[in-house]
């Protein structure tokens, strides 16, 4: 996004008047708009400008919209930019193709502006659910995982500890002792395997998010 907070959209069209409509009409809904009359021009682009979203025809000349897809998808620091494909026509294997390389999602001509503006959000809206999600997973590896693993560790640890030093002494656990260090080992690995789950429902809901991205 730009410094005012707006998002900011790559047009990647070689028809002049559907190029000139759509920037129209984004930058009416609000957004930053930059285009490209075709895949090589925006190529060069993409390496100034960071877009929070690539809006590509298919079929244009020097460089098609796979070509632009397949070399953007290359760039490390590009490789997460949404890239949707605006089409006249897409057969399966075209679809299946733009899908393999990495599109989000396919507009077909001809198109309604309003509808472009409202599925571009729909899908920002989704990525940024997402970036949201990361950024409490990697607060939470940083800042509470170490908290939350070592209190039950040095439970675990300590009443082991102090076992292996009653056995040392040469005399066993009383009865009283058997149950207390039992129940509170056993109350530290129930708060470790809480964590655990908890990572992995995480980690789950993660995934199903970019799936469904």
């Given amino acids: 996004m730009n410094s005012d907070g707006r998002a900011r959209l790559m047009v990647v069209e070689d028809d002049r008047l559907i190029r000139e409509t759509l920037v129209a009409a984004l930058q009416e809904d609000g957004f930053e708009v930059v285009a490209a009359s075709d895949g090589l021009e925006a190529a060069s682009g993409i390496e100034k400008v960071v877009p929070d979203l690539v809006l590509s025809d298919i079929r244009m000349p020097r460089m098609n919209g796979f070509e632009l897809l397949e070399r953007i998808r290359a760039m490390p620091a590009r490789v997460d930019i949404p890239f949707m494909f605006l089409t006249a026509m897409a057969s399966d294997s075209e679809i299946r193709t733009g899908m393999a390389l990495g599109a989000d999602d396919y507009i077909t001509k001809p198109f309604d502006p309003a509808s472009v503006c409202r599925s571009i959000r729909a899908r920002l809206s989704r ?21 939350e693993l070592r209190t039950p560790l040095n439970g675990v640890m300590g009443f082991s500890s102090l076992m292996l030093d009653t056995a040392a002494e040469g005399r066993g656990l009383t009865r009283e002792e058997t149950q207390d260090f039992g129940q509170c080992i056993a109350l530290s690995g129930q708060r470790l395997l809480t964590v655990a789950e908890n990572l992995l429902l995480l980690h789950s809901v993660t995934r199903l998010m970019e799936s469904a991205s």
């Fill in 127 to 147: 990525l940024q659910a997402i970036h949201a999600l990361i950024r409490r997973q990697e607060t939470f590896l940083t800042h509470y995982l170490p908290h």
